[in-house]
Every structure is written in C-alpha cells, then in structure tokens.
C-alpha cells in the first residue's frame, strides 16, 4: 500500500478554507460497479484541489485556534472504494465563517462538512462549492439554523438545478460548527456519522452526535409518508432515507425521502479531550465508534501513555484510519475529518 503523504502547518483561525475534490463517475449506490480500480487525487489547503499520483488523498494536519486558550488539530483523508472508478465523496473544512453574512467578522466559528455522494458526484461537487456559502447566507444568524437553512437551501438550489440538466445524482452530508464559544452544532441528513469522544482512558465518554438515517432505520417514517422500502432501499433503490438531490426518488409521489437534517448541539468541556470524527459510512462499515476513539487515541499517546499534541501533528491520523478501513475490507469511498480539541 503506498505511503500516505501529508502537511503540518500552524495558522490563526482567519482565512483558512480548504476541501477534497475528485473527479466524477455515473454509479449510484443502488448500482455500484465492482470495478477495483483507485482513483489518484489529493488536496491542497487551497479551497480546490489538484491530482497526484498517490492513492490515498495527501492529508492536511492543522493546529488553529478555537480561541484565546483552546486549540485544535484537524486531519483528513479520502480514498476511492475498491468497487468505485471514481470517488464520489467530498469535503469541506473553514476556520473563519460566520452565521449571517451581515456579521461577518462576529462569532465566526469552524466548521467542517462530509459529503458522501451516488450516483455521479455532481451533487456532491455543488455542495463542496456552495454548501457554506447557502450556510452563511443564512438570515436568521444563529449557528443551529444557519445550518438548517444551508441545508434547506442547498437542497433547494441543487434539485432546481438538477431538474434542469435532469441529473440524478444525491449526496448525504454531515456538518460539525465548533464555536469560539466552545459551543458545538452537529447536523446530519443520510447515512454519514460524526461521533464525539471526551475525555481520555478510563474516564472517555463517547456519544454519536448524528443517527444514520438508513431506509431500514427510517422505515416506520417511510411507509407514513406513503412510500416503502424493498431489500433495504426506499423503493427498492435508495439506501439513505434522507439526501441532498436523488430527484428520479424524491420526483415518486409519497416516496418519504427528503433532505431534513436531525441536529444536536452541546459544549466543549473545559480542560478535557474532546475527539471529534466526521466520516463518510465507508468507514463506519468496519469500525465502531468506540473503535474509531480509541483507534485515534492509541496514535496520539506518547511514551507515558497520555494525549500528545506532538505524536497527534507528526502524523496524519485519518490516513491511518482510512487505511485501517480498507485492510478490514471496506470497499466503499471513505472520507475521514479527525478534529482534535485541546
């Protein structure tokens, strides 16, 4: 397996944008191919990215501040799944944005954002290029709607686009605002997951901050809303209940699949770890949560077996969890954003 590549870097919260690109394909995950061809991209810590010639994504290891005292490490890595041609997943990651583009320069927050695509990647390359901006454009100005209505609206502009050019592609995402109130905003619509570690050893608490909305997990709902679900797929053909796009399922009368995103909040703890893992369900496939925290703590202790900001930014920890995955047998393209709260 080749060497994973990766960069370290220290910079203050402002102006730092940056994302995972790839190139398209016309599966979906009702009809995947088998093909076990990679594809070759990287990503830079420009807001686009550009390709080379490693199989697994070159991860971004970066230390910025939350605000005067706590700081963070974000990691990232994508890879194409074995039975993809070409990766359909995309991300996001931005240290300056504010909930309302009337308060630019108040409150910004971080934010960081997984979209697991099918069907072609069209619509995850829109929401990579638009979802913050449908975020900050948000009027309300308060970090739990403003992520409502950037969903709302992305669903919204996409499917009015996609309409037009009658493209069927759909994308799940989750989406993490970490605040320089030590507040955090968790919202989620299909099958990706964000979990949340606190503390370290003994003493760690872990909890999933989003639900993976599954056609079997939402059947109840489903068959409410008119529609059903037939070897685990809405109509026989949609595995997530819940996207951004899929119009050749939403466009069936009373299919139940819709775009609304769970949402749940909470505060960083003063003084303790907080681990926080966004990924694509390519992972979440062949780990637990309780893996992947413990995983992510094993290669960040030192010597003495304690939290090590040092081993955490000399190594590109979701490369290795993206690798772990795919020696355990995942197959699908797996996207990973390890963000680490001193």
């Not at 893992?277 to 992947?292: K, Q």
């Not at 190594?315 to 795919?326: F, K, P, R």
Request: proline share 2%; charged share 25%; glycine share 8%.
């Amino acid at each position: 397996m080749p060497g994973v590549t990766h960069a370290t870097f220290i910079e203050s919260m402002k102006r730092k944008t940056f994302g995972g690109r790839r190139s398209s394909t016309d599966r979906r995950k009702r009809s995947q191919s088998e093909d076990s061809s990679a594809s070759t991209d990287s990503f830079s810590s420009a807001s686009s990215a550009t390709s080379s010639s490693d199989e697994y994504a070159a991860g971004l290891v970066s230390k910025v501040a939350i605000h005067a005292v706590r700081t963070c490490t974000l990691h990232s890595a994508t890879v194409t799944g074995s039975k993809h041609k070409n990766n359909e997943d995309r991300f996001v990651a931005s240290f300056d944005i504010a909930a309302s583009t009337n308060r630019c320069g108040q409150d910004s927050a971080a934010i960081f954002a997984v979209f697991d695509g099918h069907g072609g990647d069209f619509c995850s390359q829109y929401l990579q290029e638009n979802f913050l901006y449908h975020v900050q454009n948000s009027k309300r100005g308060k970090w739990f709607a403003a992520l409502e209505d950037g969903i709302a609206e992305s669903e919204r502009k996409f499917c009015r686009q996609a309409r037009r050019i009658r493209d069927d592609s759909g994308a799940c995402l989750i989406a993490l605002v970490i605040t320089p109130a030590n507040e955090y905003v968790c919202a989620g619509v299909g099958d990706c997951r964000c979990i949340l570690g606190v503390g370290w050893t003994k003493s760690i608490r872990i909890q999933a901050l989003s639900r993976d909305h599954t056609a079997n997990a939402e059947q109840a709902r489903i068959r409410r809303a008119g529609g059903y679900v037939r070897n685990g797929r809405v109509s026989g053909v949609l595995e997530p209940a819940r996207t951004i796009g899929d119009l050749d399922v939403k466009d069936e009368k009373n299919s139940g699949v819709n775009a609304i995103p769970e949402m749940k909040h909470g505060h960083v703890v003063p003084g303790e770890l907080h681990v926080f893992v966004l990924a694509s369900d390519g992972l979440w496939d062949v780990f637990s949560n309780a893996d992947v925290i413990n995983f992510v703590h094993s290669k960040i202790a030192n010597s003495k077996g304690l939290p090590c900001k040092t081993r955490a930014e000399s190594q590109n920890v979701s490369s290795l969890l993206v690798e772990e995955a795919v020696a355990r047998g995942s197959r699908d393209d797996i996207t990973v954003l390890v963000n680490i709260v001193w």
